[in-house]
């Protein structure tokens, strides 16, 4: 808009030199009557000093134009030449010229406007905020162009939507790509803690067993025991014990490694699950007693017959109790409950231990997590445990849940149908 007011300005000043050396185009004529000049819209050409003016040389010509109204100053076909070149023909847009004078709009799209016309509806025009002042070395400022475009909104999106939406979808890309980069280096950062974890405590709890059975083999060596059927005998159990721990260890790695890959068998049956559970309470009653504390039932359930494998809920019902000793540091409180609900029976086991935190809750069940208890070695085992409680109870198409609170203790609820292929087991006692 500035360049269409200088491109005016220039028309002007050649006229006007062109004039004052005694010929023009669009000319300006002297008005006898009171000496002042005015446009003419005849087209002429003229070297006859009768009828040019040549007494005012240029500078006093221009000086004369400062006082001639804005809209004969302006020949509106070249004013729309000028904003189409300027502006391009591809957005539709309104102009028009401003009068300081007049102080209304005095040309409207191409057109002369008469100064009393209603100017209520240029108000648009007035209001925009595209304008500049012309003829601007004018010390008298006669009026102002003004530019609006009624569909500017449309063209400006017309032209950014694509771009825009294009930004923020590569955007997504790459704030996506960076959470997806994080998100694997925690993994893989959680993984390797895991693995350490697991070497670890798998180093652990293979040395103790080699070491006995190392010290048992030396001592059976020994001639003062050699000859001695009593004490060899007592050695030989040492050796079978420890030798069957180490084996019920592996063991556990293997049978998660085929609960993996879905290559575990169950061998279905009618298992009685408070004979199940007394004898899993009658075993580590033993070891809790040894700590000065209790495990006892309470097997309240009148339906106690499951189709399921014996061999792994017996697993499951032993990796509860032991959990529960493990992680009860001080006269463990242990009770197993059961009772029934709509189409099977749930079973609880309760302690009073650490408790665990609700970020171990979320953890608990993946496999080689642990949670710690500040000595890496003060809990023995894989982290294998609860993964495992859970394959085997997803297998029997139950489910499992844990309450816990740290320093009072964990409930682990488990929830088994009658028959493995009926409908998922509901929270509801029979009435």
Not at 57 to 68: I, R, S
Not at 87 to 101: C, K
Not at 115 to 139: A, G, H, M, W
Request: proline share 3%; net charge neutral.
């Amino acid at each position: 808009m500035r360049t269409v007011a200088k491109r005016l300005e220039n028309v002007e000043n050649i006229q006007v030199t062109n004039f004052a050396n005694g010929f023009s185009i669009k000319h300006l004529e002297v008005d006898t009557s009171n000496g002042s000049f005015r446009y003419q819209q005849r087209t002429m050409m003229s070297n006859d000093p009768s009828v040019l003016r040549q007494t005012m040389d240029a500078v006093q010509l221009k000086q004369e134009m400062f006082n001639t109204p804005i809209e004969e100053r302006i020949d509106v076909v070249q004013l729309d030449h000028f904003l189409k070149e300027e502006l391009g023909s591809d957005i539709p847009f309104s102009y028009g010229v401003w009068s300081n004078g007049d102080n209304c709009f005095v040309i409207f799209n191409n057109q002369y406007i008469v100064p009393t016309q209603n100017q209520v509806d240029y108000r648009y025009l007035k209001s925009s905020e595209y304008k500049t002042n012309l003829f601007p070395t004018d010390i008298n400022n006669p009026g102002t162009l003004h530019v609006f475009f009624p569909t500017k909104s449309a063209v400006v999106w017309g032209r950014l939507w694509l771009d825009l939406l294009m930004s923020l979808l590569f955007a997504a890309i790459i704030l996506g790509s960076f959470a997806y980069t994080i998100n694997v280096i925690l993994q893989q950062k959680k993984l390797s803690e895991m693995k350490n974890d697991f070497i670890n405590n798998m180093t652990h709890e293979f040395k103790t067993p080699i070491a006995t059975i190392s010290l048992a083999s030396d001592s059976i060596t020994n001639p003062s025991v050699i000859n001695n059927p009593d004490k060899v005998k007592r050695f030989a159990d040492i050796i079978r014990q420890e030798n069957k721990r180490m084996h019920g260890q592996v063991e556990k790695v293997l049978q998660m490694a085929l609960v993996e890959r879905g290559k575990i068998k169950l061998n279905f049956t009618e298992v009685n699950l408070h004979q199940v559970i007394e004898q899993a309470v009658g075993n580590m009653s033993l070891q809790v007693e040894r700590k000065d504390g209790t495990v006892a039932a309470e097997l309240r359930a009148d339906k106690h017959y499951i189709e399921g494998d014996l061999n792994h809920i017996s697993n499951v019902i032993n990796n509860l109790l032991d959990n529960a000793n493990k992680y009860s540091p001080e006269k463990p409180e242990i009770i197993v409950s059961t009772r029934n609900v709509a189409n099977g029976i749930e079973v609880t086991v309760s302690d009073k231990g650490i408790g665990m935190s609700k970020e171990a809750k979320k953890r608990i069940f993946e496999k080689f997590y642990r949670v710690h208890t500040g000595n890496l070695h003060d809990v023995k085992g894989f982290g294998l445990g609860l993964a495992y409680v859970k394959a085997m109870v997803t297998a029997h198409k139950g489910s499992i849940d844990v309450k816990s609170e740290l320093g009072k203790g964990s409930s682990f609820i488990l929830l088994f149908p009658f028959k493995v292929g009926q409908d998922s087991v509901e929270h509801e006692e029979e009435g």
